[in-house]
């Protein structure tokens, strides 16, 4: 098995109950921010395609923090051989979002304003796997701001980062 291989187990997340997708958009209308990303740890409903795209899964949820894990894969390599800035960037903008989307209510939505990352060390594909961490710094009415730090498997940190969410 590759380092990046989308079938090497995570934690505690069963593999028979990961699947990518859209889910009926009527059900999810029904379901706070948290109760949706519990039900897409849980494989009741799908998780977001581009998890499968950038390699990175959703794995634990909680009020205003979550965490995503994942292994960089070769497809995401730069043509120096590093893993692009934009998996970081963008596993830095899906914790802080999902982070503010688990404060929500049923039918309500977000929107990015602005996503700010910091690289701290190069992110090759034998870094391993990494965990996102994202957490809710302050939540406001019409505003979230979140945060989050993408760690390494022994804790280094690799890149971290902030965005501000509109509540829709």
């Not at 990046?4 to 069963?14: A, C, R, S």
């Not at 581009?50 to 497809?75: H, K, R, S, T, W």
């Not at 996102?132 to 019409?142: P, W, Y």
């Amino acid at each position: 098995m590759q380092k990046g291989d989308l079938h090497e187990p995570f934690g505690q997340y069963p593999m028979s109950k990961r699947s990518f997708g859209l889910a009926d958009p009527s059900r999810l209308a029904t379901m706070s921010g948290r109760d949706l990303m519990q039900a897409m740890i849980d494989g009741a409903i799908p998780q977001p395609p581009i998890g499968q795209a950038m390699c990175f899964y959703l794995v634990e949820v909680g009020d205003g923090f979550v965490v995503f894990e994942g292994n960089p894969d070769a497809q995401l390599l730069n043509p120096l051989g590093h893993v692009h800035g934009g998996f970081a960037l963008t596993v830095i903008d899906s914790a802080c979002g999902a982070a503010a989307h688990s404060l929500l209510g049923p039918g309500v939505g977000f929107g990015t304003i602005e996503t700010k990352g910091n690289f701290c060390r190069p992110i090759t594909r034998d870094t391993g796997r990494l965990r996102a961490e994202g957490r809710v710094v302050s939540q406001g009415r019409r505003v979230i701001l979140s945060e989050a730090r993408i760690l390494s498997s022994d804790g280094r940190v690799m890149a971290h980062g902030t965005s501000t969410v509109m509540v829709l």
